[in-house]
Nanobody, 119 residues
């Protein structure tokens, strides 16, 4: 089994910063991609940022220039640096790990961490 744990959420004021961390553990052969999703009340979960094994990235348009995703392939960890936060960024943020395991290629989710941006 694979476990994914997020941390780093909290309450910040508009314009503040937070750094979220994601750690994957278990029987992992390799991680193909790692992504951060968020879900606000009444909304669908949306992809915020993703990073592949070669380091290539993509971002939700509304967070470009403010958020930066990174990963450490050797440690099976990743981070999402969030700057210039806006109230619209308030949501539960989830880490998703697309990895190759003994069960094949599967996606695993963390439990989520709350990010609240106050105005």
């Amino acid at each position: 089994q694979v476990q994914v744990v997020e941390s780093g959420g909290g309450l910040v004021q508009v314009g503040g910063s937070l750094r979220l961390s994601c750690a994957a553990s278990g029987s992992i052969f390799s991680i193909n991609a790692m992504g951060w999703y968020r879900q606000a009340p009444g909304k669908q979960r949306e992809l915020v940022a993703a990073i592949r094994s070669d380091g290539s990235t993509n971002y939700l348009e509304s967070v470009k220039g403010r958020f930066t995703i990174s990963r450490d392939n050797a440690k099976n960890t990743g981070s999402l640096q969030m700057n210039s936060l806006k109230p619209e960024d308030t949501a539960v943020y989830y880490c998703n790990v697309d990895c190759f395991t003994a069960w094949g290629t599967r996606k695993y989710w963390g439990q989520g961490t709350q990010v609240t941006v106050s105005s």
